[in-house]
């Protein structure tokens, strides 16, 4: 019994003795923090996305009392710059709202399974990537283990019946951590501009045209039409897909209706806040 | 004597490295490798804590000892430890902010490091009297700090090659460590037999 409350009071007269050390030397060696900062961290989203170019949430807090621009949130969008404005006396500027967009509508049913053929390996889009090329199908399209979907913080991502990636505007906040996650890059994140909707070419396969064709029914061939129809002249060829710049597109649907394949689609995004 | 010091101390720096050849304290040695002033930092940092902590835990094995309670070691070091990392952590933000930037979340991690228990630990199994042991923290500390900063080196390779792509991030940098440790094997018997130990 004796030993059994002498242990008791040893360790609690440990933490006793450094538990007391330690409020002495916080309050001694306490850092005055600007009281800003909280208010700051509290407006911000708080998912430390990083895509402001901070670490954190917290660190991007720390740049704007430093001065650092408040229109860098693209998860916060405008309420969150205008409020931020506000609170430090700063003009809040434009905000680019951003969304993540997979860039393939995927091969179909049949195709999608037979690229996996054969492939027994984890069910994660990063490994099979690993594993080399499996067949003759479209080898930069959505593989559709939904290795984004497990990354995004939001369930923006959800996989369709063909087994293709695709993300919901109206949850998506913008964030880029499914970007990286892609191991064919298909997930890019896009401009919103003031028209409601924009073309947006939903391919990924850089293979020349024929080749493309063979791989999927559903490909960009590359064939510049739609460059040449633009007249924002928003669209580039590059590696036998189109680009567009959606953050110049009007939405006149010039491309949609000259595109012989049919790879280019609308995008509608969700309204501003 | 000083021999006697000597072999402690470069015992501990090169044959038991404690990251390199005893494999503790991983963590912070893959974490805050990349940058050599951060590394050179935290090297400096769990020496400091290592010394401190073994300068308070050895009296409080007799004490612990003397009262029959050698059972409550891990546990009453694991209190001091983490008192001595609160502590660093407020010295460290109010005199060297920027080191406590860069050290970001390693430094509270210091706490769980499992080379600053083991440093506490083992002097007690070698038998050390208080200066050896002091002697030997500062060793596995140094040790600590040297493969921070030669893994440091060995990174900024690493980093400019082109290796494959599976092994391009973690995969290449554990090889690495595991190739920068295997060099350390090369100090066995050394030391022993430069200072006759």
């Known amino acids: 019994m004796d030993s059994l409350l002498l242990t008791i009071a040893l360790v609690a007269g440990i933490g006793l003795v450094g538990g007391v050390i330690l409020v002495v030397a916080s309050r001694a060696l306490a850092v005055e923090e600007d009281e800003r900062l909280g208010t700051i961290i509290s407006l911000l989203p708080g998912a430390n996305c990083g895509s402001c170019g901070h670490p954190g949430c917290e660190g991007y807090a720390k740049a704007l009392l430093e001065g650092a621009p408040c229109n860098a949130c693209g998860p916060g969008g405008h309420e969150v710059a205008r409020q931020l404005g506000e609170l430090l006396g700063v003009d809040s500027g434009e905000v680019t709202v951003k969304r993540a967009i997979v860039a393939c509508r995927g091969v179909g049913e049949r195709l999608v399974l037979k690229e996996r053929e054969g492939y027994t390996g984890a069910e994660s889009c990063r490994v099979y990537a690993t594993m080399g090329h499996l067949s003759n199908s479209c080898t930069d399209g959505c593989i559709g283990y939904g290795d984004c979907m497990a990354s995004c913080p939001y369930g923006a991502i959800t996989l369709n019946k063909n087994s293709v ?16 996650i892609c191991p064919r890059h ?21 293979l020349m045209g024929k080749r493309a064709l063979e791989a999927c029914a559903n490909t960009c061939i590359g064939c510049r039409k739609c460059t040449r129809v ?28 000259v595109c012989p394949e049919g790879a280019i689609y609308p995008l509608v995004w969700v309204p501003k806040q | 004597m000083m021999a006697g010091y000597a072999s402690i101390l470069f015992g501990m720096i090169l044959v038991n490295n404690f990251v390199l050849v005893k494999f503790l304290g991983i ?8 940058n050599l002033d951060s590394a050179a930092g935290m090297g400096a940092a769990v020496t400091l804590v290592m010394l401190v902590a073994v300068a308070v835990t050895w009296p409080l094995q007799q004490l612990l000892a003397q009262l029959g309670l050698e059972y409550l070691q891990t546990i009453a070091f694991i209190l001091v430890i ?77 980093e400019e090659a082109n290796p494959p792509e599976v092994f391009r991030g973690m995969p290449i940098t554990l090889i690495s460590a595991a190739i920068t440790a295997m060099s350390f094997m090369g100090f066995t018997g050394v030391v022993d037999h430069l200072f006759g130990a």
């Open chain 1, 186 to 206: 298909l997930i890019s994140l896009q401009a919103m501009n003031d028209v409601p909707e924009v073309s947006f070419v939903l391919c990924h396969n850089t």
């Open chain 1, 230 to 257: 633009c007249p924002q002249h928003c669209i580039v060829v590059e590696n036998n897909v189109a680009r567009i710049d959606t953050s110049r597109c009007i939405d006149c649907k010039a491309c949609m209706n």
């Open chain 1, 165 to 180: 990636a695709v993300v919901d505007p109206a949850v998506c906040i913008g964030c880029g951590l499914c970007t990286t």
């Open chain 2, 27 to 34: 963590c912070p040695f893959m974490g805050v490798s990349k």
């Open chain 2, 82 to 158: 983490a008192t001595l990392v609160q502590l660093l952590e407020m010295v460290l933000k109010r005199f060297i902010p920027s080191l406590h930037a860069s050290l970001g979340v390693y430094l509270p991690l210091i706490t769980t490091n499992c080379a600053v228990l083991g440093v506490t630990i083992l002097v007690i199994d070698e038998g050390y009297t208080y200066p050896q042991a002091l002697v030997a923290a500062l060793g596995a500390g140094l040790g600590f700090l040297l493969a921070m900063v030669i893994f440091n080196g060995v990174r900024s390779r690493v």
